[in-house]
Nanobody, 116 residues
Framework: QVQLVESGGGLVQPGGSLRLSCAAS????????LDWYRQAPGKERELVAS???????NYADSVKGRFTLSRDNAKKTVYLQMNSLKPEDTAVYYC??????????WGQGTQVTVSS
């Protein structure tokens, strides 16, 4: 079993930065790939960034070069550093851990609002 708790969201001006954290419980964290998704009002949930258990990352084109995903297996935490934020980045951001035959786990989400 894995429980995920996101934090770090808030209100930021365009061009600003935020760092989201996703803290996990459970002994299997280190083998789980982790993703960040976001969902804006009236839109479908979209994949923002992914990190494998080995630390390989992938990003959506819309955030490439601005967002950086990392993980600290000792702290059972993943971090999403978001720079050069734009109003279109406004959404609820969700942490997800999924591995076939292990499970699919979601956090409760954290709101990110980019506005002047």
């Amino acid at each position: 079993q894995v429980q995920l708790v996101e934090s770090g969201g808030g209100l930021v001006q365009p061009g600003g930065s935020l760092r989201l954290s996703c803290a996990a419980s459970g002994s299997i964290f280190s083998i789980m790939p982790l993703d960040w998704y976001r969902q804006a009002p009236g839109k479908e949930r979209e994949l923002v960034a992914s990190i494998t258990s080995a630390g390989t990352t992938n990003y959506a084109d819309s955030v490439k070069g601005r967002f950086t995903l990392s993980r600290d297996n000792a702290k059972k935490t993943v971090y999403l550093q978001m720079n050069s934020l734009k109003p279109e980045d406004t959404a609820v951001y969700y942490c997800n851990a999924y591995k076939k035959y292990v499970g699919n786990y979601w956090g409760q989400g954290t709101q990110v609002t980019v506005s002047s």
